[in-house]
């Protein structure tokens, strides 16, 4: 979306649900879809990645001055698109490379065959478009090794535009808030484990996605654990704004814009020792980093760290600390890039 704005172009993407953004959301910005849900054939219904690939596949014919693909997926549509191409990673197809074999072990045993063949043309057609761009743009500095290690491809680094305005300081409530989506890889049942334990401590818990069924049994009997789903921008900046501290603790992160946001606010970051979390946290001055392979005790032992009063004095720090990724600094950066 910001792209498109900085430089005047048209926006694609492969699906649009309408429903989840505010009327003015767009403004004067009109996505394309191509709606990949409702018009692949009915024989790859199975996959919504299978979905995914067939439409970009067959993009409608283009001709720009230059491309802008962002997302693993869109730069399937390299052969429908003339002119130069540019890649904004925000990190080679995880599915593929470095969490591979978790994603194998997720997967019942009589699908694993069938999971394994779709990897396959997946990876295959991923890198043919990958060797089509003619520049790579990594959005941190862990995306950048993680592209030369499995794609050994040079890249630069723009870290990925955070709205810092959109989230303020707004007081001092008792509770803890985790952002991350619970999934797989954003063990958010790990902090509502330690939770669990600490009875005394409340803790909210934002966001949806595939885990979220099996958060919300965990912590069904918890008088101090709140799970809302997702939220609306406006109740998110409020959440955020009125915290004590933000907990995100992911698998090795691709970057993570929900730290910055909620340094932006004023709150210091519970994170963990790996991925772009080592980008965007200082230890001791914004937030605290955990072990790389957390343990619920090591979530208790950071949240009996991070007091109230704590909190508040890392206050300045993280407000600073989140301007150096705005949206303006993303802007001047990807200008004088392309």
């Given at each position: ?213 099996r958060i919300r049994e965990m912590a069904q009997d918890a008088q101090n654990i709140y799970i809302l789903g997702w939220v609306d921008e ?80 890392m206050r300045r720090a993280c407000e600073k600390r989140a301007l150096k990724f705005g949206i303006d600094v993303f802007e001047k950066q ?5």
């Amino acid at each position: 979306m910001v792209l498109a704005k900085t430089f005047h172009a048209k926006l694609w993407t492969g699906h649009l649900n309408s429903s989840c953004f505010p009327d003015t959301y767009f403004k004067d910005i009109i996505p394309l879809s191509l709606q990949a849900y409702d018009t692949s054939p009915f024989w790859l219904r199975f996959s919504k990645t299978c979905q995914m690939m067939h439409s970009f596949a067959h993009f409608p014919l283009q001709n720009p001055c230059s491309t802008i693909f962002s997302g693993s997926l869109s730069l399937l549509a390299y052969k429908r698109i003339t002119g130069p191409k540019i890649l904004y990673c925000h990190t080679p197809p995880r599915l593929l490379y470095d969490q591979r074999d978790f994603y194998i072990r997720q997967t019942a045993f009589i699908n694993r065959p069938a999971m394994m063949a779709l990897m396959y043309l997946y990876k295959k057609a991923y890198e043919d478009a990958f060797r089509s761009m003619d520049l790579i743009i990594a959005n941190s500095k862990n995306v950048q090794n993680r592209i030369k290690h499995y794609l050994s491809a040079d890249s630069v680094v723009v870290y990925p535009p955070c709205d810092v305005t959109g989230f303020k300081w707004l007081g001092q409530e008792d509770y803890y808030l985790s952002t991350a989506r619970p999934d797989l890889l954003k063990r958010v049942d790990v902090i509502v484990k330690a939770f669990l334990e600490m009875p005394d401590k409340k803790l909210v818990v934002v966001s949806g996605g595939s885990e979220l069924e099996r958060i919300r049994e965990m912590a069904q009997d918890a008088q101090n654990i709140y799970i809302l789903g997702w939220v609306d921008e406006m109740q998110l900046a409020r959440l955020t704004g009125k915290c004590i501290a933000a907990i995100y603790i992911p698998r090795d992160e691709d970057f993570g814009m929900s730290p910055v946001e909620s340094m932006a606010a004023g709150k210091p970051v519970i994170g963990v020792a790996e991925g772009g979390l080592f980008e965007t946290v200082k230890h001791g001055e914004t937030g605290i980093l955990i072990n790389a392979f957390p343990s619920y005790e090591d979530v208790i032992q950071a949240v009996r760290q991070m007091t109230p009063a704590r909190a508040k004095e890392m206050r300045r720090a993280c407000e600073k600390r989140a301007l150096k990724f705005g949206i303006d600094v993303f802007e001047k950066q990807i200008r004088s890039i392309l």
